[in-house]
């Protein structure tokens, strides 16, 4: 009587797939998607369709700045460089911890990309707040850190602005920057609402209670570390105020390059007062807010409309758009090799 023939599994003669067993099933031997590197060129991708859809606004500003004094573009190109480092230098004064300084003044370039695609610096709050996730710092402590630069960077703006305005008085006609009676009415009265639907909120909500309470205890007590060590203070305020500082010269660079009659500090001082005003409607990246402030600043400071288009154009095309797809090249890179 002839024996059964033993269950000899697959076929024979059949080809082991490569890197997987007979009998396992084809779902287990599928090679996993690269998910960290296809995260890597979402930034990209989402860039490339940012500048497809301004490509006609950048070809405009780029006439204008071919006939331009190249000094005065390469000055301002410098200050944009700069103003990374003073973010990199700011943002190591909000945590007691060292930070890696490549990592982070790259994290910082990639964040100039990030802050294009969402409103209100989100883009560029994220990054930070992933790398300094990566770091081991807790949530909470990551994120006082986040608040922490974020006020430290609105004090020296408005620092800087009032010091100006105090050095030119005359700098600006403010008429065509402060708005009227209403409209001061109805932002006080926004506000007002804002701050009492948030304090109501608070009231109702125990869980959200809970959290502003352990998070504000942790930014009150990090900033008190902090500020007892000399080296975070120099950091954190040298940075804060040298950021706004660099891109205002930036702007003014920009203005002596195309020739703009208005004097430097008076640039300079447009760019601080738009700013200012342009952050109660925040956009992404700043654009169309703070465009628009900048042309109404720059037209207060003496210039002509057509003059402060230019202006304008190049300075975007200057600090923003030529870093676009390298800063956006540098976060793929970063989320790539998990350092976000």
Not at 155 to 170: E, I, K, N
Not at 173 to 184: E, I, M, Q, S, T
Not at 259 to 271: K, T
Request: hydrophobic share 60%.
């Amino acid at each position: 009587m002839d024996q059964p023939e033993a269950d000899a599994g697959p076929m024979a003669g059949s080809p082991v797939p490569p890197g997987g067993a007979p009998g396992v099933p084809a779902r287990r031997r599928v090679r996993r998607l690269p998910w960290r590197t296809l995260a890597g060129l979402i930034p990209v991708a989402l860039v490339g369709g940012w500048i497809s859809r301004h490509w006609s606004v950048m070809e405009t500003g780029g006439h204008d700045l071919l006939a331009a004094n190249r000094g005065w573009l390469l000055a301002a190109l410098a200050a944009t460089g700069l103003g990374w480092v003073a973010n990199a230098v700011a943002r190591q004064g909000t945590v007691l911890e060292p930070l890696p300084p490549a990592r982070l003044l790259a994290t910082q370039f990639a964040a100039s990309a990030a802050g294009q695609l969402a409103p209100a610096g989100i883009g560029a709050g994220a990054v930070n707040l992933r790398f300094l996730r990566t770091q081991g710092l807790s949530l909470i402590r990551s994120s006082a850190a986040l608040a922490l630069y974020s006020l430290a960077e609105s004090v020296g703006r408005v620092m800087l602005l009032l010091v100006l305005l105090v050095l030119f008085p005359h700098a600006l006609h403010l008429g065509g920057l402060v708005p009227d009676g209403g409209a001061l009415l109805l932002f006080g009265l926004l506000a007002a609402a804002a701050l009492a639907a948030a304090a109501l909120t608070l009231a109702l909500v125990r869980p959200l209670r809970r959290v502003v309470r352990d998070f504000l205890a942790a930014a009150l007590t990090d900033a008190r570390m902090l500020h007892a060590r000399p080296a975070r203070v120099l950091a954190l305020w040298g940075g804060s105020f040298a950021f706004p500082a660099l891109q205002a010269a930036g702007l003014a660079a920009v203005t002596l390059a195309l020739g703009v009659p208005v004097p430097a500090a008076h640039a300079a001082l447009a760019y601080l007062a738009a700013t200012c005003l342009a952050a109660a409607v925040p956009t992404p990246g700043g654009i169309g807010s703070v465009d628009a402030a900048l042309a109404v600043a720059l037209v207060a400071a003496g210039s002509s409309t057509t003059a402060a288009a230019s202006a304008v154009l190049g300075f975007r095309i200057v600090t923003v758009w030529v870093p676009l797809l390298p800063a956006a090249l540098t976060l793929g890179a970063l989320v790539r090799r998990k350092v976000l």
